[in-house]
DNA sequence: CTCTTTTAAGGTACC
DNA sequence: CTTAAAAGAG
């Protein structure tokens, strides 16, 4: 009782009304570094140890596993402590660590196993594997609850197949990579195939509908479902089936989301409906028992390119809360006090993001001293840019000498980026690049995958071709493209016909000896999956399949970190069941498909980070470089006449600065080598968004106001404000700073919401923001 | 069926 | 420039 008392005595008052907040809706409007985890996890602590609500009835949904993993760890350690000091009067730590540990594993079965916490994906997979064969799918297909979860990779190969076989269309015009992204949105917006089609305008959208379509069947046809099914489908079944729906409602008394500014409107639909229980009318929703509690910052969305959609969050209020005014209503809070960051780097923050338009109204509030102003570096090129931050690290070091190299990250836009740094870096200092190729993503990890699919999901064609030839028995596309063919003509799946050694004897010819081999292989091990551990299975099938032998013989380089990394993935089977104290294959592969980074095991080594300024939402470090500050690049060129997408870049510019704690460093260099040619470069427009005097510049920087054209060096203030605009018309000419000198040809919309298309002689046809764009006007 | 040469594409990325 | 996938040759 005393831990909890004192626990929540440390939290500020914003804080505390969020983690004591009880039943009904609430909005937290989290700020960078406002301690968002703390409030999540102490209100999870509460609900179950005050309010006596019992764990397996909260749903608390976060947007990456490691997320889940943090908050679960830490909800474990305010129980343990808790419990700690009610039997024994100290505090977790004051005990000894046997006794620690088997306090732990204690509060871990009875209050942290039952909670419902994870990714939207992570979770709603688990409920199909309840509930999936009650789905009635529109064009009726029909799925089992041992469905296999196809990656990226696996399904633009089946795109790819569509497109360009069965489809047989231009790859130029329909591109497997954009029609793939086409499909991902339109499940994103909770569109089926018969949906998109009606809604189709378009010839291309037509045939977009028409490969979703043949997808849907496919994906059906081998039990796979992909990442957004994992969404879709629960939210169809939901809205279809009252009773389902009702299960899960009654057993989501308190649902909690994280991150809900990235939220898709089918996500949106599926919290919705779970927490309404599909009723439309406000007045019948019962908030008797029942809470949800969104969690997010609208300033930090920086995913609208896959469909996440930060107005969910701005409309939360109308949506579910009291819908009253910011300084009046029940149901919002917001948390603007920072704890992580020097006064300096928050005022360049706020500073940064008061240039957008569409926000919650919010700023970061310091509470620790003000610190070192933030340094600006004009590089000659990018390899000068590395140096300089190679230098910087070794200097800072030098002054302070407990610096670990774990306190450094370098963030930059693209994932290109990080060659240059690499270069600089390499047998100097030590580095790890973060996001990068991931441990499931490796074709060794994939190749061992398909052979646990295969035997978990026979129908899982995709899984099967692969695994067949590989490691090479001699099955070639001939042999392979008839047994295919025979499955079709019967409509069964490939397995069926392999699996029949007169079937494949007829077939197969030369090569049925080595097909039957193969099949007998698969056979053997599909006898055990019901009654062997898992950890088993994998070591098993891959020796007896030759996998390991191969890679063994070939003696390469490569070849012996593709077996290191197979070894890797043994003890992952072996931590996963150590971990969940689930042994069965099916366990372990949908925690598999569902995982991302095996990275973690780098979480202890100290390293200097590199990462995009995506990969580094959500953490934090002392020291920040930012590199790569030019125009477009940051912000990228597809976003510069957009006013959309370069308010999302300006996000990611606020998402990276707010990363730092004690310093930020920002680079740009004025010439840059892409893609083998050397172009010069602008300064990005975010420099001028900064407030000068916060920046300390090297001798050469200069911020980019070409002289005359900027009449004052005052900061930017506020131009998004009511101000009526400068009264533009047609042929106004302007200066633009990326773009040069251009002509006003048209006004679009009026008042806030107008825009400029102008003409520039240099760049082409662009559609401006004049309270975004950094533009000037020109006198005649 | 496998190895070599050619060609194309390269924004961000969660699960 | 670099890397990956596709086409072409043995």
Redesign the pocket.
């Known amino acids: 009782m005393v831990a909890t008392a004192d626990a929540l005595a440390h939290l500020n008052p914003s804080q505390r009304r969020a983690v004591e907040h009880h039943c009904g809706p609430l909005l937290v409007v989290a700020g960078a570094g406002s301690g968002k985890t703390r409030a999540l996890t102490f209100r999870i602590f509460q609900l179950i140890h005050q309010h006596r609500v019992a764990p397996d009835n909260i749903l608390a949904v976060t ?4 997320a889940a993993r943090e908050m679960r760890d830490r909800i474990e350690k305010l129980f343990a402590d808790q419990l700690a000091q009610q039997e024994t009067g100290k505090p977790l730590t004051a005990l000894p660590a046997a006794e620690q540990t088997q306090l732990r594993s204690r509060v871990y079965k009875q209050q942290i196993k039952p909670l419902w916490i ?5 979770l709603f997979a688990r409920i199909l594997r309840y509930d999936i064969d009650k789905y009635q799918d529109e064009q009726g297909h029909q799925w089992q609850r041992n469905f296999s979860i196809f ?3 696996d399904v633009q190969g089946l795109v ?1 197949e569509i497109v360009l076989k069965d489809l047989n269309l231009d ?2 015009k329909f ?1 497997p ?1 954009s029609v793939r ?1 086409a499909m991902s949105n339109a499940k994103n917006l909770l569109r089926s195939p018969t949906e998109y089609l009606n809604e189709a305008t378009t010839y291309r959208e037509r045939t977009i509908a028409e490969v979703y379509s043949e997808y849907q069947k496919r994906l059906a046809a081998n039990n796979g479902l992909d ?2 099914d ?1 969404i879709l489908i629960p939210t169809r079944l939901f809205q279809q089936n009252e009773t389902i729906l009702g299960y899960w409602h009654y057993q989501f008394q308190h649902i909690l989301v994280d991150e809900y500014q990235d939220t898709n409107r089918t996500q949106y639909e599926l919290i919705r409906l779970l927490a309404t229980n599909g009723e439309t009318r406000k007045e019948q929703w019962n908030w008797q028992r029942r809470s949800l509690f969104a969690v997010g910052d609208a300033d930090q969305s ?2 609208s ?2 469909m996440a959609d930060y107005k969910i969050l701005l409309d939360f209020q109308r949506d579910f809360g009291d819908g009253l005014p910011d300084a009046t209503t029940q149901t919002m809070v917001k948390l603007e006090e920072n704890y992580r960051s020097r006064e300096n780097i928050l005022q360049a923050a706020n500073h940064l993001i008061a240039h957008n338009t569409e926000r919650i109204d919010k700023v970061l509030r310091p509470t620790r001293g003000e610190g070192e102003r933030i340094y600006l570096y004009q590089a000659d090129s990018e390899r000068d840019e590395a140096q300089f931050v190679l230098g910087s690290i070794l200097k800072l070091r030098e002054r302070a000498s407990d610096l670990g190299w774990g306190s450094f990250a370098i963030l930059y ?4 980026q990080s ?1 240059v740094l690499e270069d600089a870096f390499r047998g100097r200092v030590p580095y790890m690049i973060v ?1 990068g ?2 441990f499931y993503d490796r074709k060794e990890i994939k190749d061992a995958i398909a052979y646990l699919r295969l035997l978990a999901n026979p129908a899982d064609t995709v899984s099967l071709l692969r695994a067949i ?1 590989t490691p ?1 028995r ?7 493209d008839n047994l295919i063919s025979a499955a079709q003509q019967l409509g069964v799946p490939l397995w069926e016909i392999i699996s029949d050694e007169t079937s494949v004897n007829t077939i197969a010819g030369r ?1 049925a000896k080595a097909v039957n081999g193969f099949a007998a292989l698969i056979k053997g091990y599909q006898g055990k999956v019901e009654t062997s551990d898992a950890n088993y299975l994998v070591r098993a099938i891959l020796e007896d399949a030759g996998y390991l032998d191969d890679l063994k013989s070939k003696g390469t380089d490569e070849a012996k970190t593709r077996l290191e990394n197979i070894y890797e993935l043994f003890s992952a089977v072996d931590d996963f069941q150590r971990e969940y104290e689930d042994t069965t294959l099916a366990g372990f592969l949908a925690n598999a498909s ?4 095996l990275d973690n095991l780098a979480e202890g080594q100290e390293a200097i980070s590199l ?5 580094a939402k959500g953490l934090e470090f002392p020291i920040v470089f930012l590199v790569g500050l030019e125009q477009g690049l940051f912000p ?1 060129v ?2 510069l006449d957009d006013p959309q ?1 370069l308010e ?2 300006r996000r ?1 510019c606020y998402v990276g600065i707010t990363r730092a704690q004690e310093r930020l460093f920002l680079s740009q260099a004025r010439q840059r ?1 892409l ?2 040619s050397t172009e010069p470069a602008i300064p990005s427009q975010f420099l001028m968004e900064l407030p000068p005097e916060l920046i300390e510049r090297n001798g050469r920087a200069v911020l980019p106001r070409a002289a005359g054209h900027m009449a004052t060096a005052e900061p930017v203030t506020q131009p998004a404000d009511d101000t009526p605009g400068l009264n533009w018309k047609v042929g106004d000419r302007v200066i633009h700073n990326a773009f040069g000198e251009g002509e006003v040809i048209l006004l679009l919309g009026s008042g806030r919401k107008q825009n400029l298309a102008i003409n520039f002689p240099a760049a082409g046809r662009k559609i401006i923001d004049p309270r975004v764009a950094q533009l000037e006007r020109i006198e005649a």
């Open positions: 947007f990456t596993n490691k994870g990714t939207f994906h992570s990656d990226e990779s790819k790859e130029k591109n990579r992204y990442f957004d994992l920086i995913y390119f896959r836009r693209t994932n290109a060659r996001g190729l991931k030839n090479r001699g099955i070639g596309k001939a042999t392979i090569t569902l995982a991302s980074d990462m995009t300024l995506h990969s990228n597809r976003s997408s999302e870049e990611l080598n893609w083998g």
